[in-house]
């Protein structure tokens, strides 16, 4: 099998699954037991803790693990609306989040929230200034994404973040940088978000365990479980250790080659752009930077039956920004890409153990199917 959608989820490596039997088989303490056997296990954790939020660039205690990406956005935006209740019922956000933000505040809408969607340009990009525009003085949120999971635009959040005081004081800001964690360069401390969502499964990690780091003009914060006390009494129910661990392993072993794996991811990007480039009507769809993401339309080739057929060729792609039971995604509608390209758009997306002989493999498939189909839109 070729597996080119690592922007949906990534292979986990041996060490990272042998590390959670380890914790699962030897370790399966409670980490909330008294005797030494609990306090091992949350001894664990906290190491745990410590691994990611150093990847992060932030302290270990601003950071609280979750149980995935999604649960994490909804988190920052629970803090940020109860913080700011007084502020007001406004958030700006983009038209092109992922679905944990767009369904968040399609749900806020219908509670009486009103939200301002910042459309990108024809390129995907989104300055800091359309952004900053748009926030008033009822702002209580801004929800900007760090990297676009189907076009890998990279947004500006630390311009953003140094724009929101001279604007409103009170705004906060979240990012979701589920799709940037490990994958471009950047910490808590230069981003100046003061919520940042993460998810291991898109670095090597399982799934089902993300965290939130959560910064310092955040008061409280608003708990999103309460329970049992754990995560400091924020996020209450029993760590989930191993997946924690298999977290910080991930993260361990991306930090250990991390330039050379965005060197690497870069370089292969380069090479599919050459190589998709050399058939004929297709198109590049958006100018994202990130290392990982490329997303490319042929026109008139609806993108379900692409994926479909490489399925059958064992290569794995995306329908990345396609159809959503028939109608465009968020992102392909906000791009504002005609019909006939909208329809056509796969998404390819690498990780570190991605090879040439890969894309040339889905080259090969992409153009074949391109040649021995007529077109149907
Ligand atoms: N945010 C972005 C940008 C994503 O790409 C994803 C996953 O596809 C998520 C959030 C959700 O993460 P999770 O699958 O851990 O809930």
């Given at each position: 099998m070729i597996y080119l959608d690592h922007a949906a989820t990534t292979p986990v490596p041996r060490a990272v699954a042998e590390e959670m039997f380890r914790v699962l088989t030897e370790d399966y303490g409670n980490p909330s037991s008294q005797y030494a056997y609990g306090r091992r296990a949350k001894g664990l954790v906290e190491d745990c803790r410590e691994t990611v939020a150093q990847a992060l660039g932030c302290e270990a205690a601003r950071l609280f693990f979750t149980s995935c990406g999604t649960e994490s956005d909804n988190w920052a935006f629970t803090a940020a609306l109860w913080q700011n209740r007084r502020v007001g019922r406004h958030i700006v956000t983009t038209a092109v989040e992922h679905s944990a933000v767009l369904e968040r505040c399609r749900w806020l809408e219908q509670d009486g929230y009103e939200i301002t969607r910042i459309l990108p340009d024809r390129d995907g990009n989104i300055p800091a200034e359309k952004v900053l525009e748009a926030v008033r003085p009822d702002t209580a949120l801004v929800s900007v994404m760090l990297v676009n999971n189907e076009t890998g635009n990279i947004y500006p959040i630390s311009e953003i973040a140094a724009g929101l005081g001279a604007k409103n004081e009170k705004t906060l800001l979240h990012t979701d940088a589920v799709q940037g964690f490990l994958k471009v360069p950047f910490s808590a401390k230069t981003l100046g978000a003061d919520f940042i969502a993460l998810s291991a499964h898109k670095i090597g990690g399982p799934k089902g365990i993300g965290a939130l780091y959560i910064g310092g003009r955040v008061r409280g914060p608003r708990a999103l479980l309460p329970g049992g006390g754990q995560e400091s009494g924020f996020r209450a129910g029993t760590e989930?250790?191993?997946?924690?661990?298999?977290?910080?392993?991930?993260?361990?072993?991306?930090?250990?080659?991390?330039?050379?794996?965005?060197?690497?991811?870069?370089?292969?990007?380069?090479?599919?752009?050459?190589?998709?480039?050399?058939?004929?009507?297709?198109?590049?769809?958006?100018r994202g930077t990130a290392p990982h993401v490329l997303s490319v339309s042929m026109p008139g080739y609806p993108s379900q039956n692409v994926v479909n057929e490489l399925s059958e060729a064992g290569i794995c792609i995306?329908?990345?920004?396609?159809?959503?039971?028939?109608?465009?995604?968020?992102?392909?509608?906000?791009?504002?890409?005609?019909?006939?390209?909208?329809?056509?758009?796969?998404?390819?997306?690498?990780?570190?153990?991605?090879?040439?002989?890969?894309?040339?493999?889905?080259?090969?498939?992409?153009?074949?199917?391109?040649?021995?189909?007529?077109p149907m839109l």
């Open positions: 989930a250790t191993a997946q924690i661990a298999g977290f910080a392993k991930a993260t361990a072993l991306r930090m250990e080659n991390f330039a050379e794996n965005l060197r690497h991811m870069a370089e292969i990007k380069a090479y599919a752009v050459e190589r998709l480039g050399e058939i004929s009507d297709l198109r590049f769809v958006a995306s329908a990345g920004s396609a159809c959503h039971q028939g109608k465009p995604s968020q992102v392909t509608a906000a791009l504002g890409l005609e019909k006939r390209v909208a329809a056509g758009v796969v998404r390819l997306s690498f990780g570190p153990e991605t090879t040439k002989k890969e894309i040339d493999a889905a080259a090969d498939a992409l153009r074949l199917h391109h040649d021995t189909r007529f």
